[in-house]
């Protein structure tokens, strides 16, 4: 695998971070000529800076709490996967046992754990015939392109997805082999693109939302969301309109300012949004208009409807199909469970799986004669279809089990608080609470209606250690916020009874008989 890396007049003249140097030094995708050979050698013997940092550019994480045992993260745009793909990828993760498992991301993406460096090069051999690939899937990179979960087969939906998020997906990456443009951006970079009204996506560094102009159906343009350790934001509309057909190019002359002129120096300041700010939206509009042509305003796109649940058996457009969500809980999967969604999914439906933002999963394609069959399936007690209102709402990053940077336990924590208080509450309705192990809100805390970010905190002993930030009131919808900042340092064994607490007062929930 040859791929050159591009001259990098962008950095010139700049002063660059430790980070930066190694970035400039040996672009990150210069090492899939290498792989090969570090299998052979073992991870004991790579480069320090191959090792934990440039595989990143091939989805292969270092993780510093399991030396020799990697996290794999794969590139799954709008979240679709066939039977097959979910046979293979459950195949990767038993053949490490106990050691192995598999992570529904915020992103609709999976993430292995496990995964040892001597069988990557076949692995990426099995995915790539399967019709996946980990390529750029981390670290200063274009990441995963979101969609609506229920594209093509939305009752609701405004356009289908799958088209453009997989057009974005293969511009951004070279067609999965690489692409040495958006290879060394100043941080990630997150595109989505919504298909209905209620796809809350703008969390995202680009957003294209569908909308009709003069009879013509394209997108509005939203940019700069950000959730990070220096500032949490929504997008904000660009005032610009694009046809379809121009939304690779609109992309690429959005990232090129902020790649060509963004922060390399002090890297918490890296992110898109915060170049956005410093030039000034309407300057930063002047500077795309510049390179794109002139913007064509937008005629009003709007997130106008709270997201929808999707668990449950829901009608799909096409007559007498249904589609089904399913809940799994903090997103946690085995291999066999892998294989067990694959055979539903064959046994009941079309054979095909997406995977939502919530860290869930949706069935595609049940016929309406498959539908009591389906409902007995034994998948469904470990994946069920109506699951506990606090646990339907909960969301999990990975916690410090398996990540360097979390400081809290956090997937175990929310997975246990749900359950507990699933049992001693009724909560009227779905209530989202999204747990993330530290300040990089990769559980996106500030989204959830209630959000946990790991800190450390003394308890009632005088002794330090895991403990969570609360804020109060992220929303999605027709006026969404971010959470604001309600309780500090409440250590990790204290914060089932401050939910309770704070769902009883706030939310509306009762105690159970």
């Not at 995202?204 to 009709?212: C, S």
Request: contains cysteine; glycine residues 10%.
């Amino acid at each position: 695998m040859t791929i050159s890396s591009p001259s990098s007049p962008y950095l010139d003249g700049k002063k660059l971070n430790k980070i930066e140097q190694k970035k400039a030094a040996k672009d990150g995708l210069s090492v899939g000529n290498e792989i090969e050979k570090f299998a052979q050698l073992g991870w004991e013997q790579v480069d320090e800076t191959d090792l934990q940092l440039r595989l990143k550019w091939y989805g292969m994480f270092w993780r510093p709490k399991t030396p020799g045992k990697f996290m794999l993260r794969l590139r799954i745009p709008n979240g679709v996967l066939s039977a097959q793909q979910l046979r293979v990828v459950g195949s990767i993760v038993e053949r490490y046992g106990d050691n192995g498992s598999c992570d529904i991301t915020t992103r609709q993406n999976l993430q292995l754990r496990g995964v040892l460096l001597g069988d990557l090069p076949e692995i990426l051999n099995r995915l790539k015939e399967a019709g996946l690939s980990t390529i750029q899937s981390g670290f200063d990179n274009p990441r995963n392109v979101t969609g609506n979960p229920l594209a093509g087969i939305d009752p609701l939906e405004i356009i289908d997805t799958r088209p453009y998020t997989t057009e974005l997906d293969n511009f951004l990456t070279n067609n999965s082999k690489g692409n040495p443009e958006y290879s060394n951006l100043p941080r990630k970079w997150n595109t989505a693109v919504a298909g209905a009204k209620d796809n809350f996506l703008l969390h995202n560094d680009l957003i294209f939302h569908p909308v009709e102009r003069d009879g013509v159906m394209g997108f509005g343009v939203w940019i700069g969301g950000i959730l990070s350790s220096q500032m949490n934001s929504y997008a904000i509309p660009m005032n610009a309109w694009v046809k379809p057909d121009e939304i690779c190019r609109l992309t690429d002359v959005v990232i090129r300012l902020w790649r060509d002129n963004g922060e390399r120096n002090t890297r918490p300041k890296g992110r898109f949004r915060l170049y956005l700010d410093k030039v000034g939206h309407e300057t930063f509009r002047e500077q795309v208009e510049d390179l794109f042509g002139t913007l064509t305003p937008d005629p009003g796109s709007v997130f106008d409807t709270t997201p929808r649940s999707h668990y449950g058996i829901h009608p799909q457009k096409q007559n007498n199909l249904s589609f089904a969500g399913l809940h799994v809980p903090v997103g946690r999967l085995t291999g066999q469970d892998l294989q067990d969604l694959a055979t539903v999914s064959l046994n009941h439906g079309s054979g095909e799986v997406r995977l939502t933002e919530d860290q869930n999963v949706i069935i595609v394609g049940l016929p309406d004669d498959r539908i009591d069959a389906f409902r007995a399936d034994p998948l469904l007690k470990r994946f069920p279809l109506e699951p506990g209102t606090i646990a339907a709402g909960t969301v999990s990053c990975t916690g410090n089990t398996y990540c360097g940077f979390a400081l809290t336990n956090t997937k175990d924590q929310a997975l246990a608080a749900a359950e507990q208080l699933d049992r001693e509450l009724n909560l009227p309705e779905e209530l989202k609470i999204h747990w993330t192990g530290c300040p990089n809100t990769c559980g996106q805390a500030y989204m959830g209606a209630i959000g946990l970010t790991g800190t450390k905190a003394k308890n009632s002993e005088g002794v330090m250690g895991e403990a969570y930030t609360l804020t109060l009131g992220g929303s999605q919808g027709p006026d969404p916020s971010v959470g604001e900042l309600h309780r500090k340092g409440i250590p990790a064994d204290e914060i089932k009874t401050v939910l309770k607490e704070i769902l009883i007062e706030k939310f509306g929930a009762t105690p159970r008989a």
